[in-house]
């Protein structure tokens, strides 16, 4: 794997799962960063590469990415809010946080077939079923926890 590749795979993790801005921080042009970014999600060697980058991530910092994770959690979930602007007209929401947050979610659960990872070795999912379904309870765990104190 070419140390582009190898940049890509971090900044992509590091960067909110955002393939074009990995692709640019990886040293591709801004105007082929959308196509490199997707294209290299595609590869299984490339797919393989994020799964392993987030299993050593998780390995060291368990406690910093359950934070992580219930931060993303909390914007997921929290009631939509509308924003007020001086004379007190609507200008907006926080419907675009709550959407980028439960497509983090939805990737870190690995739920899209478009983004579940490969083993090279085994061609199964690197996270498998019972692992999905241990996170899914430790989500829920903490919002049970939330809601009863």
């Known amino acids: 794997m070419n140390e582009r590749v190898k940049i890509f795979i971090v900044e992509y993790v590091g960067n909110k799962f955002n ?22 999600l ?3 060697e490339v797919k ?6 987030i299993k050593t991530l998780l390995k060291d910092t368990d406690e910093l990415t359950y934070e992580w994770l219930e931060e993303v959690r909390k914007l ?15 200008t907006g929401d926080n419907r675009s946080d709550k959407l980028k947050a439960l497509d983090i979610l939805g ?9 579940r990872i490969v083993s090279n070795e085994t061609k199964e999912d690197v996270l498998s079923e019972t692992e999905r379904k241990k996170r899914i ?9 939330k809601i009863s104190a």
Do not use: M, W
């Open 76 to 90: 997921a979930f929290e009631p939509i809010e509308y924003r007020t602007g001086d004379k007190g007209q609507k």
């Open 107 to 115: 990737k870190y659960l690995s739920l899209y077939s478009e983004h």
């Open 42 to 44: 595609k590869n299984v």
């Open 19 to 40: 393939a074009t801005e990995a692709a640019k921080r990886a040293g591709y042009s801004e105007k082929t960063a959308y196509s490199q970014g997707q294209r290299l």
């Open 48 to 53: 393989a590469g994020i799964a392993e980058y």
């Open 137 to 145: 309870a430790i989500l829920l765990k903490k919002l049970d926890k």
